[in-house]
């Protein structure tokens, strides 16, 4: 998957400029297709196969492929004249077998609608029945004709026509709340002969850029009976939000199916997680503004790039936030903010703000006079390369997003293998020694404390004394003696454990802790120290810095 190219580069392959072809025009060369496809008369067919298939949009990271699932088995249905589809998938995930189904009805939205007409066969019924043009195009040296159509006035379809005269790419784009204008392609390859009707007998389908079905066909019925019943309608659940006051200055905001937290400092707030639409996001930017009318959103924290988690992004910017996201997704981001977004302009899209953007690596930390708020890489998950969990020390809460959903109050207990990413979250966790009572989880019923992560994932609860306790002595890492080399890190006792804390927080934002290791100084020499780092941008509280002075002069005097 990671070959693949993503979908800002694709639009790079379709070299040629547009050009008319002598002497023909686009009817007729449909004309030629549907005669060279045996299709003339073509009202239904029946295929089915196997391959794989994937979801959009949860990639481990901005650069590889949507994560793929094998398809046991797959047969789909098409009603051509009545615009219609089905398929029934038998999937397997992790050893276990799942049924899916998907339906395709004429008046279906177009996110779903589009999956027919990007068909062979749905594009030869939407040329016919509409106005076409043709051109000539190439796509990685290859020649095509290019014959497009608009449907609803709004959403062009391009079907790419090779020497054979048969359907060998079917272009068209949908609305995506993270990447805008979506270019949507399917590849058809290796036409067999079924009955007089050619087939394609491999066939991919790719969202932005990426596989989303890669199927080998190995049967093909033309003209046979078909069923296709409409799934139950479900109603659209209005959005909501729930406020839960969790500490002074935060605040939980759940409802639906994801969540946010807002954290007010002392003169801005910041918001964690602006997931799924814009619709949501104006939904919580709404209570956001009631519960602290008069301080701008200045950040909005973003835990990973996931299309559920990054899809109200845009909403937050045009506010005036900055978004704070880790570096994997900075280049990602920049790209998918200046796409074009013709099919559903959104607020952003029209006021044309800029976004900007900070990152972080593996910590940063806001903080001032009111609160500090510190933001972790969680390392070694198997869920995303880039996914940041937050902390607040004095109010002892953690936020994170997908690691640890808790089960709903009523749940069955899970059975089988502990979740791997929950022990991943835990394991972070406890190398950073945080000390943390509260969990407030973007999924899920509410919040959890430390000791149902531990049930959880059926360890036994680690007492938080004992993972505070003073480490070691360790070497600074690099230390190797001489002028200027790293000093042994003292260790701390409990009583010094929050001021260790408060200077890891501190400076390490900036640089490692190897530069303070290696530095010895008295009362006045950590005094200009300090000084000198605040006024170069490091975060410290008013009152802090006399404390943090005082243990740099004891645990690293002269």
Known sequence: MKTYVPLFALMILITA??????????????????KAMGVENLKTLQFSGEGSNAGIGQNINPKTGWPTVRVKSYTRQIDINAGTSSAQLVRVQNGAETQQNQVI??????????DFWITPYGFLKGAMANPVTLRAG??????????TFVLQNKYKVEGYINDQNLVERVHTWIDNDVLGDMLVEGVYSDYKDFDGVKAPTFMIVKQGGFPTLILAVNNVKANVPVMISPLPQQATAPVNVQTEKVADGVYYLKGGTHHSVLVEFSDYVAVIEAPQNEARSLAVIAEVKKLIPNKPIRYLINTHHHFDHSGGLRTYVDAGATIVTHDINQEFYERAFAAPRTLNPDRLERSKKKAMIEVTGNKKVLTDATRTLELHLIQNNPHND??????????????????YTPPAANAAAASGAVNPAALALLDNLEKLRLDFDTILPLHGPGRVTRADLYAFVAKPLVPMASLLAPAPARVAA??????????????????DAPLQAMLEATCSACHTLDRVNAKKADKDGWTTTVTRMIDHGARLAEDDAPRLIDFLARTHGQ
């Open 105 to 114: 009805q004429a008046n279906a939205p177009w996110d779903q609608q589009f």
């Open 138 to 147: 190439t796509i990685s040296g290859t020649n095509y004709k290019v014959v």
């Open 17 to 34: 400029p547009p050009a008319t072809i002598q002497g023909q025009d686009g009817k007729t060369v449909v004309i030629a297709v549907m």
């Open 386 to 403: 880039g996914i940041l969990m937050a902390f607040l020390p004095r109010e002892k809460i953690l936020i994170e997003a997908d690691l």
């Open 478 to 495: 690099g230390a190797r003696g001489g002028r200027g080399g790293g000093q042994p890190a003292a260790a701390v006792s409990a009583e």
